[in-house]
């Protein structure tokens, strides 16, 4: 622990100086009763950026979105009460995404018993899974802020600092504390489960190395890439991983329910699977499907995701990168030879893949073919971009069509599977971005219900940002249902206004595509945009690929 740097201040700014100490320069919020003068503080007393919002939910959602692609705790702060219960849901995105936010949370006085906005906020707030922290006493303001960066980063998850609001005007003498973040790279000693795995690995005929968002750092990526060369293993990744191979001559890309073909056949060939940093859940798995009669060897840093979902051959607790190379030492002692899986036929069959033009033969009159679309508008937007995406049957499209440069470029908005949720990560994402364009993929119902108001919000941030709605004109999870029993599907359907001129009245920009001839002008309209930019695509809710729900 780091303390230094004393001063007599109130203690609203007091916190805000904290957060900048503890690294939160950027912070997206709403204001009320209980943040309002510390958010003040924060930007006229120390330069801090602040971006507000017009939902409590989109602040952490926002401060959700930074984090994934920054890399650094994002910050959020909303007031007491209705604005604190406001972002529940959030919170469990948070939780269940496993990203490092503090939540600055105001809490109206303990003294007053009967204030309307009164409400047990500790047990709302721990029932998401979000970690809980008091902010104790005036004299604990800098310890207290400083413990609640600490525990997001380390806990990987939500934490929110409760502020009561009576000790915001309160005399306290600064004091800096920063607590030390200590490296937790840790190499597997020479042990019988490292002996095992190297054994499995020597034995295997036809491996495969998979990496997770464990290994989005460029040592751990580049110790994992050494391991499957030298091995002569194709390379897969996790969606959270997603893109981390990308220009790899035997990168078979998601490994998984996303999986394509020809990368289904390859690891369906596959004897042994060799998983680094990632948690190997059931959509990884595809349920079990894509790991059955194969070795598993699983090597990550967090003891608790080792056998957490399956039970592997070899379980290693340690950092990916430094796991790696010492594997690949182990095998260059013994000499043990590659294992030839590597070929220039399955190097063809990887790079020969190409994945149809259309998602289906036929679109109603005045729709677009929504993977047409989404493959011209992703050929029209810059390679060097944040993709962000909402929930919705459009996702698996979205997810396969829209690569990046890098797995912190990919923001996972799907936790929680809720929809909604796109915009508000959206924001913080486009802050996040510095220079690059982000785009947004959501649906219509996703986005009447949270992106709405708040694309007015990215108007104001004046963000690089490119929402591109896939407008089936209702909610599509529940259209599937009705079609699957052969019941009329008119109760998921909606009447939304025309979404481009909206845009437009928001202060951003907007185009409608209802056929392929329409394409060309979308692609015009990203080049030349200067504002927020959303495109609506109609597409036929009766002609979407199929999705599992």
Request: net charge negative; hydrophobic share 45%; proline share 5%.
């Amino acid at each position: 622990m780091k303390t230094t740097d004393t001063s007599r201040m109130k203690v609203h700014s007091a916190i805000a100086r904290a957060v900048l100490d503890n690294g939160g320069g950027t912070m997206f919020g709403l204001i009320g009763d209980a943040n309002l003068y510390m958010v003040d503080s924060f930007i006229r007393d120390y330069g801090g950026r602040y971006f507000p919002v017009v939902n409590e939910a989109n602040a952490v959602l926002a401060a959700i979105g930074y984090a994934q692609v920054s890399g650094k705790v994002g910050v959020a702060t909303v007031t007491h009460g209705p604005a604190m219960t406001n972002t529940l849901t959030a919170l469990v995105e948070g939780v269940k995404s496993g990203v490092s936010i503090v939540l600055l949370c105001g809490d109206t006085a303990v003294e007053d018993k009967e204030h309307l906005q009164k409400v047990p906020q500790r047990e709302f707030i721990q029932s998401t899974g979000a970690g809980f922290e008091q902010l104790r006493a005036p004299s604990t303001v800098s310890e207290d802020v400083a413990t609640a960066f600490r525990r997001a980063a380390l806990e990987r998850r939500p934490i929110v600092l409760n502020m009561p609001a009576e000790f915001q005007w309160r005399d306290v003498e600064y004091r800096k504390v920063v607590h030390r973040l200590y490296e937790d790279r840790a190499v597997v000693p020479s042990s019988t489960e490292l002996d095992n795995a190297v054994g499995i690995i020597a034995a295997a005929k036809r491996p495969i190395v998979l990496a997770g968002r464990g290994c989005m750092e460029p040592e751990a990526r580049a110790a994992v890439l050494k391991l499957a060369e030298r091995i002569e293993a194709p390379l897969a990744t996790t969606l959270r991983g997603r893109d981390l191979f990308r220009g790899e001559a035997f990168n078979l890309g998601v490994f998984g329910t996303l999986s394509n073909p020809v990368a289904v056949d390859v690891i369906m060939e596959s004897d042994c699977v060799i998983a680094f940093g990632a948690s190997l859940n059931q959509y990884t798995a595809s349920h079990g499907a894509l790991l059955a009669g194969k070795r598993v060897i699983q090597v990550n840093l967090e003891r608790s995701e080792v056998g957490k979902n399956i039970q592997p051959d070899a379980g290693l607790v340690g950092d990916p990168g430094l796991t790696a190379e010492a594997i690949v030492g182990w095998l260059d002692m013994a000499e043990i030879p590659p294992s030839g899986f590597r070929t220039p036929e399955l190097a063809a069959r990887i790079a020969d893949y190409k994945l149809d033009p259309k998602a289906s033969s036929h679109s109603a009159e005045g729709c677009v073919d929504v993977r047409e679309a989404l493959l011209y508008l992703n050929a029209a937007i810059p390679d060097n971009r944040v993709v962000t995406t909402d929930a919705g049957r459009f996702i698996f499209e979205a997810w396969r069509i829209f690569q990046v440069e890098h797995p912190r470029s990919f923001v996972y908005g799907a936790g929680y599977g809720c929809i909604g949720l796109g915009m508000g990560e959206a924001l913080g994402a486009a802050v996040a971005a510095e220079g690059r364009p982000t785009v947004l993929v959501s649906g219509d119902g996703g986005f009447m219900l949270g992106g709405l108001t708040e694309f007015n919000s990215a108007v104001r941030h004046k963000s690089d940002l490119i929402v591109i709605v896939v407008n089936d004109g209702g909610y599509g999870a529940e259209h599937i249902q009705f079609r699957n029993k052969q019941m009329d599907p008119s109760l998921s359907l909606f009447e939304w206004p025309d979404l481009a001129p909206v845009a437009i009245a928001l202060g951003g920009e907007g185009i409608t595509v209802r056929s392929s001839a329409d394409l060309p002008s979308a692609a015009e309209a990203i080049r030349n945009r200067k504002a927020p930019l959303l495109i609506n695509l109609h597409v036929d809710p009766d002609h979407m690929p199929a999705a599992a729900h």
